[in-house]
Nanobody
Framework: QGYLVESGGGMVQTKDSLRLSCLDT????????MGWFRQAPGKDREFVAA????????IYADSVKGRATISRDKAKNTVYLYMNSLKPEDTAVYYC????????????????WGQGTQVTVSS
C-alpha cells in the first residue's frame, strides 16, 4: 500500500511564496480527492484547500482564499499547494490527505495522510 509524502516546506519571510508538493507513492492517485490541512502549535488541524479527482472542483479556506492555489498532476501522482503573500499566521505543519470523494472540508472524510512538512513564516 502506498503513502503520501509531502515536501517543500521551510522557513520563509512575510510576503514570500512557496510551493508544497505531495507525492502519492502507491495508491490509485486519480481515484482520490486530495486536500491540504495545517496544524499550528497548540491548535487543531484545520482545512486549507482541496481538489476533486478530476481537478475541476476546488475549494479553499477563507483564511487562504486569494493567496493559495491547489493543483494536481496526474502524470506525476502529485498534488501541489502554492501560497503567496505568506503571513506569520500561516506558520504550521502542512499535511496532505486523500479522500474517496470530494473535495471536502471535513477532516473525518480523509482516509490517508502524509507525515507533514513544516512551514515557518518569520515577520
Amino acid at each position: 500500500q502506498g503513502y503520501l509524502v509531502e515536501s517543500g516546506g521551510g522557513m520563509v519571510q512575510t510576503k514570500d511564496s512557496l510551493r508544497l508538493s505531495c507525492l502519492d507513492t502507491g495508491r490509485a492517485f486519480s481515484r482520490y480527492a486530495m486536500g491540504w490541512f495545517r496544524q499550528a502549535p497548540g491548535k487543531d488541524r484545520e482545512f486549507v484547500a482541496a481538489i476533486s479527482r478530476t481537478g475541476y472542483t476546488i475549494i479553499y479556506a477563507d483564511s487562504v482564499k486569494g493567496r493559495a492555489t491547489i493543483s494536481r498532476d496526474k502524470a506525476k501522482n502529485t498534488v501541489y499547494l502554492y501560497m503567496n503573500s505568506l503571513k506569520p499566521e500561516d506558520t504550521a505543519v502542512y499535511y496532505c490527505a486523500a479522500a474517496p470523494h470530494g473535495p471536502v472540508v471535513d477532516i473525518r472524510e480523509y482516509d490517508f495522510w502524509g507525515q507533514g512538512t513544516q512551514v515557518t513564516v518569520s515577520s
